[in-house]
């Protein structure tokens, strides 16, 4: 018991709490991306990486047009590192611990696909080149990932939030800017010049 909750601690418990996975669920894992991987990564424009070190854990939402990660081989795929805020948080924990997790996304579908292996950060300027934007807006860098599980989940978590349902999309107007956000966090700042800046980048500069 912590605080009055139970607690579970160890894997034996975990594993009592739960019915024992399916055999299917176990055979679908794979160590390669396949004919169907493939096509739906070229679909995907929006994925999350979780990657991991020392200071902590941390997940983090990458978006550009379908194809935008790069699948080299079976085994190998590229994703490009946009503009951002700078924190520079994945990459930097990729290079104290390289194992990251993927979770790429296709509106519409409701199944996802998951993709585990190991990155590391590449500069190489015709790797970066094979990347750019219209041709001409080239990232810093990229990520080479090594492939080491891939496995789609089956569609219920889309399906119980009714992800892609346009009458559950949420009004402009139900949630603050980003800027009157980071004024209430932030003492002294200007919440009108951040959303104008904002509404300018969302709509013109998004590289």
Known sequence: M???ISVITDT???RQTYEPP???ARKKVLDYLDPHARRFIAMSPFLTIASTSAAGTDCSPRGDEPGFVQVVDDRTMLLPDRRGNNLLDTMQNVLEHPQIGLLFLVPG????LRVNGKAKIVTDPVVLQSMAIKGKIVPASAM?????QVYFHCGRAILRADLWNPEKKVAREDFPMLGT???DQIKGFDADAANKRLEVAYTTNLY
Do not use: P
Request: glycine share 4%.
């Open 109 to 112: 579908l409701n199944e996802t």
């Open 181 to 183: 956000v980071l004024a």
């Open 144 to 148: 080479q990932i090594a492939v080491e």
């Open 2 to 4: 912590s605080d009055g």
């Open 12 to 14: 034996t418990a975990l």
């Open 22 to 24: 399916v055999e299917m």
